[in-house]
């Protein structure tokens, strides 16, 4: 579609910038972005084309709607359905059946020993059931 020596008008007439409001809007507008970055060594208006394009699709993503960071006794829920697992399969790591159904309610908070074997239990790094803005004072309150 892109020319070898195609000044800036040519290139805003052969794909011209618009918003992107669909899937199938951002994937048209990546190709042309992809065929530009396969190119290798760009003139300086494909360079500002380029940008632009990059300033359309960035304002599309930010305006989609992101997946809320779950973490703590959420992420644990997650895990537990989407493993299919039971409450008691849960209880070599909260040490009965009656803790584990309380940190799942909300009643008893995780403890460090908790996510330390979570996070075994899981495979996953321990920091994920911490949330990402907690600051190190806040991590005293679990010890």
């Known amino acids: 579609m892109l020319y070898q020596n195609t000044n800036y008008t040519q290139l ?3 794909f011209p910038p618009r918003p992107i ?3 199938e809007d951002l994937e048209k507008t ?3 972005v992809d065929e530009l970055l396969d190119k290798g060594e760009l003139t300086e208006e494909e360079e500002d084309y380029l940008n632009l394009l990059g300033m359309v699709i960035y304002e599309y993503e930010e305006k989609q ?4 960071d779950i973490y703590g006794v959420e992420l644990l829920k997650v895990l537990i359905a989407e493993l299919n697992l039971k409450q008691k399969d849960l209880v070599p790591i909260f040490k ?3 803790i584990v ?3 799942l309610k909300s009643k008893r908070k995780l403890t460090v020993e908790h996510i330390q074997k979570l996070a075994e239990f ?6 994920v059931f911490f949330p990402k803005n907690q600051s190190e004072n806040d991590f005293s309150e679990l010890a």
């Open 12 to 14: 805003l007439t052969s």
């Open 21 to 23: 409001k669909s899937e």
């Open 96 to 98: 009965t059946e009656s």
């Open 30 to 32: 990546q190709v042309v």
């Open 65 to 68: 709607e992101l997946v809320p």
């Open 101 to 103: 159904s309380d940190v």
């Open 122 to 127: 899981f495979n996953l790094s321990p920091s």
